[in-house]
């Protein structure tokens, strides 16, 4: 690692080589990750409680006839499930990037930096104070939670001495994370909601219905397009702080705009599938070691990236310990905590 | 001259150190009183302490001796427990933020919990026994799991790497825990649901049994070692100017303060921030001196889980909130705000 250590995720020497990425790369991403999503749907779709062939899927997607009984377990439980999980992944996804892109931190994440349990806290609350609440206005509280969640991790490690660094927002995340899944819980035991609370928290992708994508789905595909057109400036915005205020850009601004879109994007997802933490971390590495450093191609290759491990972990979720359903948020830990060690201990010296 | 005003300084420290005593000491007093009449069957004060002597009626004093008075010991007993457990890894790490729950030392313990949960009946009274043994095990490992990751070349163990590795580790734990609650009959599932969240189940005397043998062992084990605490704190170098065989000190400490955790959170389940707040609190009170640190801290925990438990009944009667919810809604913003203030 060299010296400066304006971007800990790049070295200097890297930046002059791969600043422009690596576009074959990432077409390669995203025709053979759309590819490979498709055909993770597919399967996700015809594997569960009940097999279905996968000439059953294609005749249930594109030729529904509501009297055949598996044509109406695909189009009311498992598509809008897989679809959803499919649009979550790449809302962590993206979420992540940009926020690892503009603080410049390696270990930033939606999990880690509290905003998951932001937008949590905000969900029990909504459940014992307005019970009933349609999930349009829900996904709004999620959104506020999420904002409230970030401004206090951020808030909390800007005070300190020395400023933001990366350890002191995931100590403060864990800490804050602690306080609102304990005021959550507390919460749902006051107001008895513990059962609804658990059920959403266990849900996972299980819950997922056409009501919430088709109410999710506006704001996803607003965020998402907003962060590509953001993605020039983010890239510079990575490079710190003062080099993009010398390229012209108003960095103000842009972080503004960004963190907007991360609030939306994470207040989104946590709002139909719990609080899943490390998606936001991993796939950014990962896509950034594979396109190079330009946003313009991370944030569409973490998008799919993000979609594909959120259905695979799902479909793993159904098929570890049948009948039973294991969390996806749990198979997504196991694999993110090995790293976000990895990265604990490369990173360790600028932390 | 300068006999004199040390003389004159311990006069003062000794009275400001029984000062602080005796408060702490009334307070526990205090709450222990008011614990006691606390609960879905309500009793007087007067009730209450008729009943001690042994004036009360067969249910004044079933309730009192059979459910109440074990909790409350049980709770003090744990909050003097995780409070030193704290003290010693923030005095042997040297770093203010390390905590047995921030370390994910609790959760080692709880899997292990929980594992022996999950495999066999918990209900014959063998099991009790057992439970801090492997608690102990289950928090060791993954002290030793999280001693192998941090560990650096050439540079050892620096403090955030601990504390990141600690997270880590912890989650990753939760969510092995998460993929086995989930294999668990309902009545098992509602006991370790609630034992996560950190409620002081094991409420009889039985518990209290178990429990006691490592406080009694470990709590005077890790006093008997202030001074030794004392020239740790100097830093590394320093200590071993001074004589110290400091990785030798630093693992004896370690495994007390581990088994101390251990044992507790085998009774409490996941009670976070005690081990962090409390010993904070006390070096606002005492100074970082270990003779007296220790003591203190014990007492300040003791007060902080009889109080947070005491709330927690209290609050939704005749339901109550457990204790872990409790003390996390005291102690989170506390970290917080110490993080706020650290340079870290």
Redesign the interface.
Known sequence: MSANTSNPSLTNSKIHVTLKGRPWAATLILTGGVAALVLGIALSISLGAADIDLRNVWEAVFFFNPDVTEHQIIQELRLPRVLGGAMVGACFAVSGAIMQGMTRNPLADSGLLGLNAGAGFAIALCFSFFPGLPYMYLILFSFLGAGLGAVLVYGVSSMAKGGLTPVRLVLAGAALSALLSALSEGIALYFQVGQDMAFWYAGGTAGIKWVHLKIMLPWIVAAILGAIALSRSITMLSLGDEIARGLGQRTGLVKLAGTVIVLVLAGAAVSVVGAVGFVGLMIPHVTRKLVGVDYRLIIPCSAVLGSLLVVIADLAARMVNPPYETPVGAIIALIGVPFFLYLARKERREL | METITNTMHGRKDKKRKIFTLSVLAALIVLIFLISMNTGVIRLSPLEVIKTLFGGGTDKQELVLFEFRLPRIVISLLIGAGLAISGCVMQGISRNE?ADPG?LGINAGAGLMVMLFISFFPSTTAAPVYLLPVLALIGASLTAALICV?AY?KNQGF?P??L???G???A??I???M??LT??LSPEKYQFVATWL?GSIWGSSWKYVLALLPWILVLLPFVMYKAQVMNVLNLGEPMATGLGASVTREQLKLLAAAVGLAASCVAVSGGI??VGLIAPHLSRRLVGAKHQLLLPVTALVGALLVITADTLGRW??QP?E??T???V??IG??Y??YL??????
């Open positions: 933020l921030i990751l650096k620096k955030t790497g504390l990141l590795t997270i880590a580790v989650a990753g939760s969510a092995a998460i993929v989930l294999r969240a976070g921030f609050i939704i339901s909130i457990p872990g919810i409790v996390a809604v989170a913003p970290f917080l993080l706020s203030r650290s340079r870290a």
